[in-house]
């Protein structure tokens, strides 16, 4: 199994900024697919960015220009850059890794709150 910890979340003003963090471990990371999701309360999860293991993105439109997801294979960690943030990306923020073509790889990490205030 993989095992992953997202940190970097927090309270910031509308129109800063954060850099979250996912850290994982307990198998070959650079084979896996990684995602961000993102879950407001009383709504569903919903899918804000992804990159593949060979780097390709993808991003929900609500949040195109202003994130960017990146991963480092060499320290197990993907990350998302929250720049110009507005009140309605407040939600808990959770980092996914799976491989496609097999159900069964698919790990979700416990999340991290962002709070945009105005």
């Known amino acids: 199994q993989v095992q992953l910890v997202e940190s970097g979340g927090g309270l910031v003003q509308a129109g800063g900024s954060l850099r979250l963090s996912c850290a994982a471990s307990?198998?070959?990371?650079?084979?896996?697919?990684m995602a961000w999701y993102r879950q407001a309360p009383g709504k569903q999860r919903d899918l804000v960015a992804t990159?593949?293991?060979?780097?390709?993105?993808n991003y929900a439109d609500s949040v195109k220009g202003r994130f960017t997801i990146s991963r480092d294979n060499a320290k197990n960690t993907v990350y998302l850059q929250m720049n110009s943030l507005k009140s309605e990306d407040t939600a808990v923020y959770y980092c996914?890794?799976?491989?496609?073509?097999?159900?069964?790889?698919?790990?979700w990490g416990q999340g991290t709150q962002v709070t945009v205030s105005e």
């Open positions: 307990g198998s070959t990371f650079s084979v896996y697919d």
């Open positions: 990159i593949t293991s060979g780097g390709t993105t």
């Open positions: 996914n890794a799976k491989v496609i073509y097999n159900s069964a790889y698919n790990f």
